[in-house]
């Protein structure tokens, strides 16, 4: 079973910067495996941030939600097992807490982010940002 630990969650002014990491140990598969972030703010339902999806030849393909192309950066690192989330140009709407999560899903159910579908997750950690 995969456990996932998240870490680098913080306080920030708008137009500041995070990096979450998410750790994973235990059993994960190297082909047909999603990993990403989710966010859930108070009151509204969880939200899929980006995920990166690692294909059958181990080549990998990432997905973004509309509100953080361009600012958010998802990357992974095999060797050491953690996925990262990079956020830059943070704002007020970004605050919630943010969730790594994982499972081996098809890159199509990956890239609808379908939270439901993914059966290893974080403990969270909380991103707030003042205006």
């Known amino acids: 079973q995969v456990q996932l630990v998240e870490s680098g969650g913080g306080s920030v002014q708008a137009g500041g910067s995070l990096r979450l990491s998410c750790a994973a140990s235990?059993?994960?598969?190297?082909?047909?495996?999603?990993m990403g972030w989710f966010r859930q703010a108070p009151g509204k339902a969880v939200e899929g941030v980006a995920n990166?999806?690692?294909?059958?030849?181990?080549?990998?393909?990432?997905y973004y939600v509309d509100s953080v192309k361009g600012r958010f950066t998802i990357s992974q690192d095999k060797g050491k097992n953690t996925v990262s989330l990079q956020m830059n140009s943070l704002k007020p709407e970004d605050t919630a807490m943010y969730y790594c999560?994982?499972?081996?899903?098809?890159?199509?159910?990956?890239?609808?982010?379908?939270?439901?579908?993914?059966?290893?997750w974080g403990q969270g950690t909380q991103v707030t940002v003042s205006s």
């Open positions: 999560a994982a499972g081996r899903l098809s890159e199509r159910q990956c890239a609808a982010q379908a939270a439901h579908l993914l059966d290893a």
């Open positions: 235990g059993y994960t598969y190297s082909t047909n495996y999603c």
């Open positions: 990166i999806f690692t294909g059958v030849f181990g080549g990998t393909t990432t």
